[in-house]
């Protein structure tokens, strides 16, 4: 089983700031088969990216995905008041895993 | 726009067996381009895939639930199911069903409470 964690456990950044979260993989992740979703309290997680830097549908410029192999990186530029959510990685490269996730606050 | 609707009960006794149901419209289960998934998630804890299936009856499970899940698609309804058996305490959760295609699209969730 591939694991997957993410650093750090809580962000704590202000709006307008940019945020940068982590994801490591305990083995290469197939094909670069890596997506992110934003979770908000009460709802269901939604697809940013996938294929580690394909934005999904609907999903804002300021979300980009980037990295290969074992390390991903997600970045939010200039930080929006509705940013402020839970993020999960996963892959699908080989059956599913998700990593633990990161919490973004308000600073 | 693909939507998925799980429906099920609510409350399990322990012991017993939960059983939820995914029905999906704005699209076909028979879609090559989609597996078809459940994910749950415990009260304020994180997410744990369970299981995926395809429209042909293929299926995929979590080896640490393998033993006690079942997946099942019903492609006349555009349907597909989960059984859980020999719930516990621990398998209290937001249950959601989810499309996989290049990344999960998420029903909006039930939460199933097992009672002792």
């Known amino acids: 089983e591939i694991v997957l964690t993410q650093s750090p456990g809580t962000l704590s950044l202000s709006p307008g700031e940019r945020a940068t979260l982590s994801c490591r993989a305990s083995q290469t992740v197939s094909s670069n088969y890596l997506a992110w979703y934003q979770q908000k309290p009460g709802q269901a997680p939604t697809l940013l990216i996938h294929?580690?830097?394909s934005r999904a549908t609907g999903i804002p410029d300021r979300f980009s995905g980037s990295g290969s192999g074992t390390d991903f990186t997600l970045t939010i530029t200039r930080l929006e008041p509705e940013d402020f959510a839970v993020y999960y990685c996963?892959?699908?490269?080989?059956?599913?895993?998700f990593g633990q996730g990161t919490k973004l606050e308000i600073k | 726009q693909l939507r998925l609707q799980e429906s099920g009960p609510g409350l399990v006794k322990a012991s017993e067996t939960l059983s939820l149901t995914c029905t999906v419209s704005g699209g076909s289960i028979s879609s090559s381009n989609y597996y078809w998934g459940w994910i749950r998630q415990p009260p304020g804890k994180g997410l744990e895939w369970i299981a995926s299936?395809?429209?042909?009856?293929?299926?995929y499970y979590n080896a640490s639930l393998k033993s006690r899940v079942a997946i099942s698609v019903d492609t006349a309804k555009n349907q597909f199911s989960l059984k859980l058996n020999s719930v516990g305490a621990a398998d209290t959760a937001v249950y959601y069903c989810a499309g996989d295609s290049s990344g999960f699209h998420w029903g909006q969730g039930t939460l199933v409470i097992v009672s002792s």
């Open positions: 299936v395809y429209y042909t009856g293929s299926t």
């Open positions: 996963q892959q699908y490269g080989n059956s599913y895993t």
């Open positions: 294929g580690a830097s």
